[in-house]
């Protein structure tokens, strides 16, 4: 989907943001300020709303409760609407460069009903949702950028949502305890991200294909997939450059814990303008994008696998699709990776990854490949080795290892 991946919390948000335009006059100047700062995010992605409301009853203190919100809406992905029984905006402050803070923004029973493409008719149900210490994001930072592209309109020190209910395919699943944490300059939005979400309990008859439902449970033995989810993500700015790291991890119960982490530096400010007409559906301009790609440094990426179980039966299930043996399949493996990377002439790479290979196939642990290298590199030098894989290789410090 074009849209930015957000928590839920603030999806649910954006659309409340959208009946109060033509009450501006009648809404508290904080809260009027949060639901255009929102509004602005949610239309970073385009499409339609047509939403109504209860009633608005500030607080008296720049705050306000809102009741009996609804809203339907139309993006290319899928049709839509949002029923939200009541938002409560607390303690709103006033900041030294006029945006808003508010202590606290609580929300009651809210409810995403969407009919999506291949999926068919789902429902999202939110029982209760809660921040602390919100802030509002300036339109405009002082060096004249816009970062909404990247850190959105709004942050929120700590949000939690206690549990989330699925209703897709006829099959009803939660998701419990969905967290995230932030710490930074609340004037910039600059900081750093924890997120957490417990468990994530899904049927298998949750997933409308038969074919798979039937893999799953008679191969692999799964009823239902129990997933968590732990992540870390860091924005640093200074100079009209960002400098950002993010490590994921998702876990699969008796299957395995992914993980993924990326850092780098010096990334333009200004290239977040060209990411965001390509986030509203405009086309690449390559023109624009090559010259403020090619200054950024990498200094770390790690893709992960850590094993529960789940690699040999993967391989039989392969295996027998294939009229084959896992050991067949697995030596074919290892003579497919001699193959391919003997043609970039790093005979002692790829005598490592080999030995990685193998040690995992035989015994499943954890694999991973990560490029560290001893300091930042730049983009623009990496592009000028593409004709040395090896040089690549050695540069930015690649290392595939298993087992430790």
Do not use: C
Request: net charge neutral; glycine share 8%.
């Amino acid at each position: 989907m074009k849209q930015r991946l957000q928590l839920l919390i603030i999806v649910f948000f954006s659309l409340v943001a959208m009946p109060f335009a033509a009450h501006a006059a009648d809404t508290p100047p904080a809260v009027q300020a949060f639901l255009d700062a929102l509004k602005r995010q949610y239309n970073q992605a385009g499409g339609e709303v047509t939403p109504s409301f209860g009633d608005m009853v500030p607080d008296g203190s720049g705050g306000a409760t809102i009741t009996n919100i609804e809203s339907t809406f139309v993006q290319e992905e899928f049709k839509g609407g949002f029923k939200i029984s009541k938002v409560v905006l607390s303690g709103a402050s006033k900041n030294d460069n006029g945006t808003w803070s508010f202590k606290s923004i609580n929300l009651e029973n809210a409810e995403f009903a969407a009919t999506i493409p291949d999926v068919g008719p789902i429902i999202i149900t939110i029982p209760s949702a809660t921040t602390t210490n919100v802030h509002l994001l300036p339109t405009t930072y002082a060096d004249g950028l816009d970062y909404s592209v990247l850190l959105g309109t709004v942050v929120y020190e700590k949000s939690n949502v206690p549990i989330v209910e699925f209703t897709v395919a006829g099959q009803t699943f939660n998701a419990k305890n969905f967290s995230a944490n932030w710490k930074g300059d609340p004037t910039t939005g600059f900081g750093i991200w924890t997120t957490k979400m417990d468990s994530l309990v899904i049927p298998v008859d949750a997933i409308p294909n038969a074919k798979f439902q039937k893999d799953m449970k008679e191969t692999f033995g799964f009823d239902q997939f129990n997933l968590s989810l732990d992540g870390n993500f860091a924005i640093k700015g200074a100079n009209k450059k960002l400098d950002l790291a993010y490590a994921l991890r998702f876990t699969g119960k008796k299957i395995g814990s992914f993980d993924f982490a990326f850092a780098a530096q010096d990334i333009p400010g200004q290239l977040l303008a060209v990411l965001k007409d390509v986030q509203a559906g405009g086309e690449p301009n390559m023109g624009k994008l090559m010259p403020l790609l090619i200054g950024i440094k990498l200094s770390h990426f790690k893709i992960g696998f850590v094993d529960d179980t789940i690699t040999h039966k993967a391989l039989d299930f392969a295996a027998k699709k294939q009229g084959t043996t896992r050991d067949a399949l697995t030596a074919n493996g290892a003579a497919m990776l001699q193959i391919g990377l003997g043609q970039i002439r790093a005979p002692e790479f790829t005598k490592s990854v080999i030995a990685a290979y193998n040690a995992f196939i035989k015994d499943p642990k954890n694999i991973t490949l990560e490029a560290k290298p001893a300091s930042p590199v730049i983009l623009a030098s990496l592009m000028g080795m593409m004709g040395s894989p090896a040089a690549i290789i050695q540069v930015l410090g690649v290392s595939v290892k298993s087992n430790q």
